[in-house]
Structures are given as structure tokens and as C-alpha cells.
């Protein structure tokens, strides 16, 4: 049983650089069938996907915000992060990592609060 | 991008009633679809990955169905334990997204 947990500074300024970890456990990160993502809530909203990973190489984004997001692997760390960039108050909520083979999602973390301030 | 819209919003119901939930996208998907539930403060939880195959664990009065365009989530006897908000999920293509999320409340 996968058990993912995330890590990262729960504030953050606009403009900066926003650095989330996902540690993974009970399972290697190198399971070529996963998909390894991320997931934000923005406080009383809905769901939303940022992006995933395969371990083979293949990376999704939302479009919208394809120009400022990055996903990588560390299999040495059996971990995954995301890079956020150009951060504005539009960007706070819970940030899940989550993964699953396809697309869906099976396993969760329990989610970290980034708030964005001015 | 493929959009995912969900329907009713808000839905009351009461304990033993047959809940039924829309997703609909704005192209096919095939089957590539998943449902969630979620309660406050918690990550979501799996029920549904291709359209209709329940998740392990997951009681079996969850039931998916639908292909293409429309799908269904249908609790059969609404327990206590089910209130909450369930969400539907594409994983079609290379870029996926959730559904708005429905709300199911005690009427």
C-alpha cells in the first residue's frame, strides 16, 4: 500500500518560488505503470489538476499553467516535487500529491496549506 | 481542453434514498473517467476508475456507468457515512481535469 506525504513551506511570497516534496512509501517510485501528480484545492473551492509524471519520461500539465510548473522524479530519494513559479494570491490552497496507474488517482497525501502572501 | 461538468451542484438527500450524479464532457473521453469523494479537511478517496470499475474496499452501493460523453455515479441506498462531495475525474489525453464538484447534503 502506497503512502505519499507531502513537505514544503506552508508560507509563501507573490512573485516567489513555490518547492512542494512528495515522499513515497510503501512502494518504489520507479513503478513504470504510475502516474505521479499533483493536486490543489484553493480554500472552499474545488479540485484542481496541476500535472503528472510517469516514470518513463511522459509529463502532463494544465494548460493554464503549463508556463509556470514543473514535475520531477528522484528515484534515489524514491520522492517527487513540484516547482510553482511567479506565485500570486491566486495560488494559495492545500496542495495534494497523489498517484495512480492511468491517470486516476488511488493514493493521496493528506495535503499541505501554501499560502501565497503580498 | 476537455471540460467536465458536473450536475446537480448541491444535492439534499436522505439516508436510504438512490442518489444519481452527472458528469458530462465537452468531447469523449471513452471510459477514461474516475469519481471521488471527499469530506472537509481530508484528501479525496477513490470509488470509480473506468467509468465503472469499483475500487477495492469501496462499498458496493457505488456503481459508474456511461461512456463518451455522459456518465453516472449512483449510490443505491445512501448511507450516513456518504454525505460529503464527490468529484469526477477525465484522464483522457494529456491534459485531465476534475469535474466542480457535487455536494451531497442531509435534506
Known amino acids: 500500500q502506497l503512502q505519499l506525504q507531502e513537505s514544503g513551506p506552508g508560507l509563501v511570497k507573490s512573485s516567489e518560488t513555490l518547492s512542494l516534496t512528495c515522499s513515497v512509501s510503501g512502494g518504489s517510485i520507479s513503478t513504470s505503470s504510475y502516474y505521479w501528480g499533483w493536486v490543489r484545492q484553493p480554500p472552499g473551492k474545488g479540485l484542481e489538476w496541476i500535472g503528472s509524471?510517469?516514470?518513463?519520461?511522459?509529463?502532463y500539465y494544465e494548460p493554464s499553467l503549463m508556463s509556470r510548473v514543473a514535475i520531477s522524479i528522484d528515484t534515489s530519494k524514491n520522492q517527487f516535487s513540484l516547482s510553482l513559479t511567479s506565485l500570486t494570491a491566486a495560488d494559495t490552497a492545500v496542495y495534494f500529491c497523489?498517484?495512480?496507474?492511468?491517470?486516476?488517482?488511488?493514493?493521496w497525501g493528506q495535503g499541505t496549506l501554501v499560502t501565497v502572501s503580498s | 481542453d476537455i471540460q467536465m461538468t458536473q450536475s446537480p451542484s448541491t444535492l439534499p438527500a436522505s439516508v436510504g434514498d438512490r442518489v444519481t450524479i452527472t458528469c458530462r464532457a465537452s468531447e469523449s473521453i471513452s471510459g477514461w473517467l474516475a469519481w471521488y469523494q471527499q469530506k472537509p479537511g481530508k484528501a479525496p478517496k477513490l470509488l470509480i476508475y473506468q467509468a465503472s470499475s469499483l475500487e477495492s474496499g469501496v462499498p458496493s452501493r457505488f456503481s459508474g456507468s456511461g461512456s463518451g460523453t455522459e456518465f453516472t455515479l449512483t449510490i443505491s441506498s445512501l448511507q450516513p457515512d456518504d454525505f460529503g462531495t464527490y468529484y469526477c475525474q477525465h484522464y483522457y489525453g494529456h491534459s485531465w481535469a476534475f469535474g466542480q464538484g457535487t455536494k451531497v447534503e442531509i435534506k
Open positions: 497523489a498517484s495512480g496507474l492511468d491517470g486516476y488517482k488511488a493514493y
Open positions: 509524471m510517469n516514470y518513463r519520461g511522459g509529463s
